[in-house]
């Protein structure tokens, strides 16, 4: 990992606890907040070429890596037909998924990605609001978005997702 990217961590290792204690205790995960930040260094110190301009870009990497170490997790339990619960994620508590299981996690994930392909501000705060858990005054702030902006694109990406998980 180069400098760059170490820099980027641990300036913002404390936030990054702070968030991922946030989402895992509100989903009774069986992983611990430390683990997730930690995987989601090794993750970083295993690619060379990361260089982050600013926190948000960080921040948008790390919500990215996340979810991806999460969905990781989801194929193994998969590959292991083990039937554990798994972190549910969920779009927000209006949109809370029930008990979810790998099968789903992985859904998620293809519905982030076809999010993604039609609109990538949209993808970007889909992950930082469902995956990182952040709240709209913070999006806003890491993407140099308006709050009102903000709230319109995760209603989109909302319903984008909803339609496709339904």
Do not use: C
Request: hydrophobic share 50%; charged share 25%.
């Amino acid at each position: 990992m180069n400098h760059s990217a170490r820099s980027a961590f641990e300036a913002a290792y404390a936030d990054l606890l702070r968030l991922a204690r946030a989402r895992l205790a509100r989903e009774q995960a069986p992983i611990s907040t430390v683990t997730l930040a930690h995987e989601l260094y090794l993750d970083m110190q295993g690619r060379g070429d990361l260089r982050f301009a600013s926190q948000a870009e960080f921040m948008a990497y790390a919500g990215r890596a996340m979810r991806s170490l999460l969905v990781d997790m989801a194929r193994e339990r998969l590959a292991q037909k083990r039937s554990a619960e798994l972190l549910p994620l969920t779009l927000g508590a209006a949109m809370a998924d029930p008990a979810a299981r790998p099968e789903q996690v992985l859904a998620m994930n293809q519905a982030f990605e076809r999010l993604g392909a039609v609109d990538e501000r949209l993808l970007r705060v889909a992950e930082l609001r469902a995956v990182m858990g952040l709240e709209v005054p913070e999006v806003a702030a890491l993407l140099g978005l308006s709050e009102p902006m903000v709230k319109r694109d995760w209603q989109r990406a909302k319903a984008f997702l909803t339609g496709l998980l339904a």
